[in-house]
C-alpha cells in the first residue's frame, strides 16, 4: 500500500493503471490487445541487470467503481513465474487516496526455481519501481495542472 497525494490524484492514478503508465513508469515495455477488460492479454518485457525477460499475462478481474478502480491478471505459459498480481487504486473518507499491489506467485521454469531468491527479489524490486512509478506519475500531472 502506498498513499497518493495531489489535486485529482484518485483521477490520475486510475488513468495511470488504464493506459499502462505506471507500468511503463517502472521500466516495463507493455503491449495489451485491448483495453483493460476480462480477458484481455498483455505481454511485456522488464530490464533485469543484463539484458530483459518477456513475460505475458491475461486480465481476470477488474474493479470499476466510484471509489476504486484496478485490475488483477493472472500469469500465461510464457511467464518467469506462476500467479497473479492485482493493483487497485482506491479514494477513502477524507479524499486519501492509495494503491495497493497484491500478489501471488512461484517460480515457473525449472532454472527460475534453483534460483527463487533471486526472483523473490527481482519481484521486490518490480513492486517498488512500481509504487515510485505512480507517485511520480500522480504528482507530475498534479504539477502540470498549476
Known sequence: MTPLSGANAFERAVKALRTWEMHRGAGLRVV??????????????APLPVGFIDGTCRIVLVVDEPDRYGFAYGTLPVHPERGEEAFVVSRHEGGNVRLD????SRPAPPL????APLADHLQGR????YLAAMRALVRDSAQGLR
Open 32 to 45: 495489451a490487445d485491448g483495453p483493460i477488460a476480462v480477458g484481455t492479454n498483455v505481454a511485456f518485457s
Open 101 to 104: 499491489i497484491n500478489g501471488v
Open 112 to 115: 527460475a526455481r534453483l534460483v
Open 126 to 129: 518490480g513492486v517498488r519501481r
